[in-house]
């Protein structure tokens, strides 16, 4: 790899920061680590795309898929009397904004639909709930981490 332009870079070490956070997730839930270590198969596959684009960008600067890392940590509780933790991490890249927002319609919708299956369930114990989804219009993956009453963190 000759050179690299600081945005390629950026985009690498942020990789590199949620591959340590995935491995980490992974070392404090064994039960997790096969849903665990096929998101590390789709990151280096991420990994791939983005060392071709750092070779590409000069040429096809307008082709560039616009990538969004969106990562929220929110303090939430299913019921007044509980104090749960969720943190939700989100990827999402897209060819274009129009597909950008129509995955992130996708990635809520699943979102929503984890949380309303799990009820109750969810916020007992500590727990990761992985979603994702890749075709035509590009890709989301989340990571919804939740510290429930039962967890010492």
Same mark, same amino acid.
């Given at each position: 790899?000759?050179?690299?332009?600081?945005?390629?870079?950026?985009?690498?070490?942020?990789?590199?920061?949620?591959?340590?956070?995935?491995?980490?997730?992974?070392?404090?839930?064994?039960?997790?680590?096969?849903?665990?270590?096929?998101?590390?198969?789709?990151?280096?596959?991420?990994?791939?795309?983005?060392?071709?684009?750092?070779?590409? *960008?000069?040429?096809?600067?307008?082709?560039?898929?616009?990538?969004? &890392?969106?990562?929220?940590?929110?303090?939430?509780?299913?019921?007044?009397?509980?104090?749960?933790?969720?943190?939700?991490?989100?990827?999402?890249?897209?060819?274009?904004?129009?597909?950008?927002?129509?995955?992130?319609?996708?990635?809520?919708?699943?979102?929503? &639909?984890?949380?309303?299956?799990?009820?109750?369930?969810?916020?007992?114990?500590?727990?990761? &709930?992985?979603?994702?989804?890749?075709?035509?219009?590009? *890709? &989301?993956?989340?990571?919804?981490?939740?510290?429930?009453?039962? *967890?010492?963190?």
């Amino acid at each position: 790899m000759d050179e690299i332009d600081s945005l390629t870079r950026d985009k690498i070490r942020e990789w590199q920061i949620r591959r340590l956070d995935i491995k980490e997730q992974m070392h404090l839930n064994p039960s997790k680590t096969l849903e665990l270590s096929r998101v590390l198969d789709l990151m280096d596959e991420e990994h791939a795309e983005l060392l071709s684009g750092s070779k590409n *960008s000069q040429v096809e600067g307008a082709n560039q898929r616009e990538e969004i &890392y969106f990562r929220a940590a929110a303090a939430a509780s299913l019921s007044p009397s509980t104090s749960e933790k969720f943190d939700l991490q989100l990827h999402l890249a897209a060819k274009s904004a129009a597909d950008l927002g129509r995955l992130l319609e996708m990635a809520v919708c699943e979102l929503q &639909y984890c949380i309303e299956m799990k009820g109750t369930e969810l916020a007992s114990e500590h727990n990761n &709930y992985l979603g994702g989804m890749s075709g035509t219009l590009g *890709s &989301y993956e989340f990571v919804l981490d939740v510290k429930g009453k039962g *967890s010492n963190e």
